[in-house]
Structures are given as structure tokens and as C-alpha cells.
């Protein structure tokens, strides 16, 4: 769905470095999250906001952090990366009310590799 | 909170036969199940969902059943090509919370032609 897109794609960092993946949308969606996905483990939620001013934990927040800097833009930060941060990472958007209300629609996912 | 186990993790079928993925759920209180399939290097789309006010719902070759007293629910597929073959995660909220869903852990199946 060309309408949610992350960037970057695929990132390499070392142990340490504080990263950041941003996530867009031009859904007009107020509803934004982060997973992430690691083999066998399925897809674990990291944060979630529901609007500009809301920011809420997933499962497994620690270690992370976000910023809701507009409707449009939700970004996830790692600020010292650590290699069991290496997975596939996911943003995903969802509409507040109508018939579509609990679906969600993924980006395309960056690839995050810690050295 | 919400814990939901997906079996199996692997599930390959010949061209044709049917597949089944069943996930089980803790919370009585869920009342929305939906399926969610990821091809190959994509992303996760949904493809199909039950409430729990209907025991079963259909849409083409799948079909989702949905049993609430043994807190269980299925996805069925009829008839599988191998377009089908794909990661598949069932997911159900958290309390009453549809906006906030706790995935399984994910399905591979193959289908072989």
C-alpha cells in the first residue's frame, strides 16, 4: 500500500548509535503503530498513538522510543542500538471510526541490522 | 492481557486440498479476530475478519470460523494455488481495545503445484 511508506528500506548501524526510522502516511488516518517482526515470534507492538498527542507502550517498548511530530508522521528511535534489535521493523496505520475502523495497513518495512 | 497461540507454524498442502490454521485466544472479553496474510518480502494485508456476534464468515475460497466458548477461531482455505503460499497471522485486541491487536506468531504455508 503506497499510501504508508518508511524509510529507510534497509539499514546497517553498530552497537550504540542511536537510530531513527520514520514512518509516513497520506491516509489521513489518525491511528499509527510500530512492530516489530522477528522470525517465529510473529508481529510484537512496540508503540502506538492515536493522534498527535497520544503516545502509548506496546508489549515490548523498551529500549525505544517515539515521536508523533504530525498526523501524517510517526517515528520510531532506537537510542542505543543493540544487536537483539536487529529484526524487520513495521509501521502500520488505521482509521478512527467507519466500517474499516480496526483494519490496519502496513508499510513496506525497513530491515534493521545491528552489528 | 491478551495471549494468542497460532498452530501450526508450518503447514505445506498439494495444490487443491484445503489448509486450516487454528489460533486460540485467553481473553473472553475479544470480540474481533482478523487474519492477516504476508507474502515474500511484503507487507502484512489483511485479508479477512470475524466478530463475535457471527460463528463463521466466507469470502471466496476462505472462510473464518469462530467458536466462542473454547476461544478458538480458524481460517480455512479451500482449494489452495500456489499464490496462496504466504505467512499467515491471526490477531485478537487487547480487552476491549480492537485498536491495540496481539498477533500470533505466524503461519508458513506452501502450497505445492
Known amino acids: 500500500d503506497a499510501d504508508v511508506t518508511q524509510t529507510p528500506r534497509n539499514r546497517i548501524t553498530k552497537t550504540g548509535k542511536r537510530i531513527m526510522l520514520e514512518c509516513s502516511q497520506t491516509k489521513g488516518h489518525d491511528r499509527m503503530y510500530w512492530y516489530r517482526q522477528d522470525p517465529g515470534l510473529g508481529l510484537r507492538l512496540i508503540y502506538y498513538s492515536f493522534d498527535v498527542k497520544d503516545i502509548n507502550k506496546g508489549e515490548i517498548s523498551d529500549g525505544y522510543s517515539v515521536s508523533r511530530q504530525a498526523q501524517a508522521k510517526f517515528s520510531l528511535s532506537l537510542e542505543s542500538a543493540i544487536p537483539n534489535q536487529t529484526a524487520l521493523y513495521f509501521c502500520?496505520?488505521?482509521?478512527?471510526?467507519?466500517?474499516?475502523?480496526?483494519?490496519?495497513?502496513f508499510g513496506p518495512g525497513t530491515r534493521l541490522l545491528v552489528l | 492481557g491478551e495471549n494468542v497461540e497460532q498452530h501450526p507454524s508450518t503447514l505445506s498442502v498439494q495444490e487443491g486440498d484445503s489448509a486450516v490454521i487454528k489460533c486460540t485466544y485467553s481473553d473472553s472479553a475479544s470480540n474481533y479476530f482478523p487474519w492477516y496474510k504476508q507474502e515474500l518480502g511484503k507487507r502484512p494485508q489483511l485479508i479477512i475478519d470475524?466478530?463475535?456476534?457471527?460463528g463463521e464468515k466466507k469470502d471466496q475460497r476462505i472462510a473464518v470460523t469462530l467458536n466462542k466458548t473454547a476461544k478458538h477461531f480458524s481460517l480455512h482455505i479451500t482449494e489452495t494455488q500456489p499464490e496462496d503460499s504466504a505467512v499467515y497471522f491471526c490477531?485478537?485486541?487487547?480487552?476491549?481495545?480492537?485498536?491495540?491487536?496481539?498477533f500470533g506468531t505466524g503461519t508458513r504455508l506452501q502450497v505445492f503445484p
Open positions: 502500520a496505520t488505521s482509521p478512527t471510526g467507519g466500517v474499516n475502523q480496526e483494519t490496519q495497513y
Open positions: 470475524i466478530r463475535s456476534n457471527v
Open positions: 490477531a485478537a485486541p487487547e480487552f476491549y481495545n480492537t485498536d491495540k491487536l496481539i
